[in-house]
């Protein structure tokens, strides 16, 4: 079996998640990530941010789950799609969520008008 194709790196985003899983307190080794509660440092090559080393195997799944549901939200806006109307698992319905919130914040104020509706349609089901 071959591993799944690596998830492209965005090293904003990908603080960004860290965040939100709070890893900064939990598992970042650098006191400059800690005292900013942000991922401050990068590997050049890769673009990850480093304290992702030092997450568990688990704790790497839930970055790589959060992860993957930022980007398909992004691609999703993006192309203009509708996204995912409530995905029948309550987990996977927060992780879409939380992956929203984090999109939104994330956007130059000139999109989130556009963002806001597509997100509405969203809620509502209407197209
Ligand atoms: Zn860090």
Sequence with gaps: MTDPTPLPVNSRLMSRCAEMLALPH????????????????????????????????????????LYAEVLAVVQRYQSAQLPDFAPPDPERRALRDAAIELVRSELPAEHR?????????????HP
């Design 113 to 125: 008008p556009r963002f806001e509706e597509w997100r509405r349609r969203r809620n509502t089901g």
């Design 26 to 65: 939990k598992v970042c080794r650098r006191r400059d990530c800690r005292r900013r509660n942000a991922c401050y440092w990068h590997f050049r090559k890769s673009g990850e941010p480093c304290c992702l080393r030092n997450l568990t195997g688990p704790q790497r799944a839930a970055f790589d789950a």
